[in-house]
């Protein structure tokens, strides 16, 4: 699909592949093989091509005639990096509809020509930018007329529904029969979250690698699962709270707080104690719902 369809796959298909050299902890020079990527994200190898091409454009990688690509700048300069790309139309349009919702501006459902009203833009482009919102879980086509809001994660009720979701799932998956000890991938996540927390408040990471950390990290735990259901429900979840993602990453000390969880829940899994690191993935998933809620207080 092309348009915002694409642009959003390749910028999101990009930051995941960022999330793999932090997990794998490579550095400038290291390979980068289309096949193995495509294996590992279970996608085609054009849109890994089209992915790493986004990349390159950003220097983070280069292209080596008859090798591939390889990594071209230090692991430290990743923590900085936020992609982007100049935005089209219809991504501006449901870029603002997203921001809209998530301020409490619009309903949750409202109809095409409520929006037409209300957006500088024509049938056809709306039409274009809901049923990607649909296809992305985020609105749902009424029965009647007009679209709902599947994900207003800025309401109490609807945050707590998510959360409560992924307490009964991700603290399951880590003792499932089927988990996979990949240490490579545990500490590799605990190297990355470390880097952040050294960080200091002059040189913050950006909103979109904090986001991306977070959603690696319970990614790659759900995918140690073995279940691929599991998996898919938090990749589901995650480009849901990424509406979140507008409102910033602003409270120093829950960051903190919340890479020390996750580094307790992966030295547990290193240990081989899953039984505790479902415990202290169950708290985490607590005081991560307290403090969403908190922030939603304030807004």
Same mark, same amino acid.
């Given at each position: 699909?092309?348009?915002?369809?694409?642009?959003?796959?390749?910028?999101?298909?990009?930051?995941?592949?960022?999330?793999?050299?932090?997990?794998?902890?490579?550095?400038?020079?290291?390979?980068?093989?289309?096949?193995?990527?495509?294996?590992?994200?279970?996608?085609?190898?054009?849109?890994?091509?089209?992915?790493?091409?986004?990349?390159?454009?950003?220097?983070?990688?280069?292209?080596?005639?008859?090798?591939?690509?390889?990594?071209?700048?230090?692991?430290?300069?990743?923590?900085?990096?936020?992609?982007?790309?100049?935005?089209?139309?219809?991504?501006?349009?449901?870029?603002?509809?997203?921001?809209?919702?998530?301020?409490?501006?619009?309903?949750?459902?409202?109809?095409?020509?409520?929006?037409?009203?209300?957006?500088?833009?024509?049938?056809?482009?709306?039409?274009?930018?809901?049923?990607?919102?649909?296809?992305?879980?985020?609105?749902?086509?009424?029965?009647?007329?007009?679209?709902?809001?599947?994900?207003?994660?800025?309401?109490?009720?609807?945050?707590?529904?998510?959360?409560?979701?992924?307490?009964?799932?991700?603290?399951?998956?880590?003792?499932?029969?089927?988990?996979?000890?990949?240490?490579?991938?545990?500490?590799?996540?605990?190297?990355?979250?470390? *880097?952040?927390? =050294?960080?200091?408040?002059? /040189?913050?990471?950006?909103?979109? %690698? +904090?986001?991306?950390?977070? !959603?690696?990290?319970?990614?790659?735990?759900?995918?140690?699962?073995?279940?691929?259901?599991?998996?898919?429900?938090?990749?589901?979840?995650?480009?849901?709270?990424?509406?979140?993602?507008?409102?910033?990453?602003?409270?120093?000390?829950?960051?903190?707080?919340?890479?020390?969880?996750?580094?307790?829940?992966?030295?547990?899994?290193?240990?081989?104690? *899953?039984?505790? =690191?479902?415990?202290?993935? /169950?708290?985490?998933?607590?005081? %991560? +719902?307290?403090?969403?809620? !908190?922030?939603?207080?304030?807004?």
């Amino acid at each position: 699909m092309s348009g915002i369809s694409g642009k959003r796959r390749q910028v999101v298909l990009a930051e995941r592949i960022l999330g793999h050299i932090h997990q794998q902890g490579l550095d400038r020079g290291a390979h980068l093989r289309e096949v193995a990527l495509a294996e590992h994200f279970g996608v085609s190898r054009t849109p890994v091509r089209n992915a790493l091409k986004l990349l390159a454009e950003q220097g983070v990688v280069r292209s080596i005639p008859h090798q591939g690509y390889v990594i071209d700048c230090a692991a430290d300069h990743l923590h900085a990096l936020s992609l982007s790309m100049p935005k089209s139309q219809d991504e501006e349009l449901y870029l603002m509809i997203v921001e809209d919702h998530v301020r409490g501006e619009l309903p949750d459902s409202i109809t095409q020509v409520e929006l037409l009203k209300r957006y500088d833009t024509n049938v056809a482009m709306l039409a274009k930018v809901l049923e990607q919102m649909a296809e992305e879980g985020l609105i749902e086509r009424n029965t009647g007329q007009g679209w709902t809001f599947l994900c207003a994660f800025d309401s109490e009720s609807s945050q707590r529904a998510s959360y409560e979701f992924r307490r009964a799932l991700e603290p399951a998956g880590l003792q499932l029969p089927g988990f996979e000890l990949d240490r490579a991938v545990l500490e590799g996540q605990i190297d990355e979250h470390r *880097r952040v927390i =050294a960080l200091d408040e002059h /040189t913050p990471a950006t909103s979109t %690698a +904090l986001f991306r950390l977070d !959603a690696n990290f319970h990614e790659s735990l759900a995918r140690l699962s073995g279940n691929p259901l599991i998996l898919q429900a938090i990749v589901r979840q995650n480009r849901q709270r990424r509406m979140l993602e507008y409102l910033g990453y602003g409270n120093r000390r829950r960051i903190t707080d919340w890479c020390f969880e996750h580094i307790a829940i992966l030295e547990a899994l290193l240990s081989d104690q *899953r039984a505790q =690191a479902a415990e202290l993935m /169950t708290r985490h998933l607590d005081q %991560a +719902l307290e403090a969403s809620n !908190a922030l939603r207080v304030k807004r």
